[in-house]
C-alpha cells in the first residue's frame, strides 16, 4: 500500500475539486458532503476526461409529467456524453454495472493523500 500526497484541504474547501496526477494517473478528488472521494479522470463510456464535467444535481424518479430535481453537487455528468454518475459511489445512475474507478483519500491535518493498493 502506497500513500501520496495529493492536495490540501483548503484547496478542495475552495473549489470542490481538484484534478491531479499521481503515480502518472490522473485523478479527481472531491469534496461531497464534508467527505473526500476520489476517481480516475476517465470515463468508462469513451475514455473522456469525465472528472472535469460539470457538478451538479440530477432529475429523481418521479410520476408522469412532474419533474423533481434533486441530489445537489453529488453527480458528475461526463463532459463529451452527458453520462452521469453518483460522486460519492462512483456508479452510473442508470447502469449500476458501470462505475468509475476509486480510490481511498486519506486526511492527515490539512494534508489529503490517495492511497493505492
Known amino acids: 500500500m502506497n500513500k501520496y500526497a495529493a492536495a490540501k484541504v483548503a484547496e478542495l474547501a475552495e ?33 473522456a476526461p469525465v472528472c472535469v464535467g460539470m457538478v451538479c444535481g440530477t432529475h429523481l424518479p418521479s410520476d408522469v409529467y ?4 434533486g441530489r445537489e453537487q453529488e453527480i458528475l455528468r461526463c463532459p463529451w ?18 462505475k468509475l474507478r476509486g480510490y481511498p483519500v486519506e486526511q492527515d491535518g490539512e494534508d489529503l493523500y490517495l492511497v493505492f493498493k
Open 15 to 47: 473549489r470542490g475539486r481538484k484534478v491531479v496526477t499521481v503515480n502518472g494517473i490522473e485523478i479527481g478528488i472531491f469534496l461531497v458532503n464534508g467527505q473526500y472521494f476520489a476517481w480516475r479522470n476517465m470515463c468508462p463510456h469513451a475514455y
Open 66 to 69: 412532474e419533474y423533481e430535481f
Open 81 to 98: 456524453h452527458g453520462w452521469e454518475f453518483d460522486l460519492r459511489t462512483g456508479e452510473h445512475l442508470v447502469n449500476s454495472g458501470t
